[in-house]
Nanobody, 122 residues
Framework: QVQLVESEGGLVQAGGSLRLSCAAS????????MGWYRQAPGKQRELVAT???????NYADSIKGRFTISRDNAKNTNYLQMNSLKPEDTAVYYC????????????????WGQGTQVTVSS
């Protein structure tokens, strides 16, 4: 199996910063895209940012210029640096990874972390 373990979120004031990390472990052959999604109360889960194995990134318009996603392929880990946080960034943040496993051929599996709460106070 594969596990995605996210760092703890937290409570931060508006304008502050927070860094999340997500480490993948287990039966991993290769990791393709990694990313972060978030879900606020009463809303659907939405894309925050993704990063390919080669380092190409994609961001939601709402966080462009404030958040930066990066990854360390050797550690199977990605990071989300969140700056200039706003109250509307309050949500549960979920790590996501597209993983291939040994002896599973060209099959790619979609894994999720357990989620971590980020709360931004005004």
């Amino acid at each position: 199996q594969v596990q995605l373990v996210e760092s703890e979120g937290g409570l931060v004031q508006a304008g502050g910063s927070l860094r999340l990390s997500c480490a993948a472990s287990g039966s991993i052959f290769s990791i393709n895209d990694m990313g972060w999604y978030r879900q606020a109360p009463g809303k659907q889960r939405e894309l925050v940012a993704t990063i390919t194995r080669g380092g190409s990134t994609n961001y939601a318009d709402s966080i462009k210029g404030r958040f930066t996603i990066s990854r360390d392929n050797a550690k199977n880990t990605n990071y989300l640096q969140m700056n200039s946080l706003k109250p509307e960034d309050t949500a549960v943040y979920y790590c996501n990874a597209i993983v291939s496993r040994p002896d599973h051929g060209e099959v790619w599996y979609n894994y999720w972390g357990q989620g971590t709460q980020v709360t931004v106070s005004s």
